[in-house]
T-cell receptor, first 113, second 110 residues
């Protein structure tokens, strides 16, 4: 039973394009949604996060769009760079509870120069 | 340098052996975690420790046991490894709303 689902499993875009990574969840009590970025040979690192009281969160080229009614969110990466090539994990929890973070299975993003 | 440090980076062993992985964080956090990342990159929490008290223990096999000497250290021992234990084991610590991960220990069980 996968409570947090991501799609696509892998994505390839050209440098300069916008990459869109999707995430959905099941538990309506989830109210905190971080995205983690993982490069090969490293641990995941927090990229950007959103709380359910907001429908959009922007940080430079990274933007989260959140739809509470549909239990969906997406990560948009504009002006994609080769250095953005990584695996991106959507996660969810209730009330910032790191011990209860549920991770999706990840989207492997490749940026072609 | 403040971060989460894991040793070893890699470990190859045979079925039935005992292994131990080390983790140290210099971030001053109160809570530490062990996650398992399988071959499909799925991340699953195994344990969390807050001030040496186990506060989350997911349904992991009993051959796995966390060991902590102080809040900066959380080691992981596997008593008798099995093939399905092959994975990357990630240690992490947390502040209010962020997990900080180490680089992981990749375990291969032959």
């Amino acid at each position: 039973q996968q409570q947090v689902r991501q799609s696509p499993q892998s994505l390839t875009v050209w440098e300069g394009e916008t990459a869109i990574l999707n995430c959905s969840y099941e538990d309506s009590t989830f109210n905190y949604f971080p995205w983690y970025q993982q490069f090969p040979g490293e641990g995941p690192a927090l990229l950007i996060s959103i709380r359910s009281v907001s429908d959009k969160k922007e940080d430079g080229r990274f933007t989260i769009f959140f739809n509470k009614r549909e239990k969906k969110l997406s990560l948009h990466i504009t002006d994609s760079q080769p250095g953005d090539s990584a695996t991106y994990f959507c996660a969810a929890s209730e009330n910032y509870n790191q011990g209860k973070l549920i991770f999706g299975q990840g989207t492997k993003l490749s940026i072609k120069p | 340098e403040t971060a989460v440090f894991q040793t070893p980076n890699y470990h190859v062993t045979q079925v039935g052996n005992e292994v131990s992985f080390n983790c140290k964080q210099t971030l001053g956090h109160d809570t530490m975690y062990w996650y398992k990342q399988d071959s499909k990159k799925l991340l699953k929490i195994m344990f969390s420790y807050n001030n040496k008290q186990l506060i989350v223990n997911e349904t992991v096999p009993r051959r796995f046991s966390p060991q902590s000497s102080d809040k900066a250290h959380l080691n992981l021992r596997i008593k008798s490894v099995e093939p399905e234990d092959s994975a990357v084991y990630l240690c992490a610590s947390s502040s209010e709303n962020t997990l900080y991960f180490g680089a992981g220990t990749r375990l291969s069980v032959l």
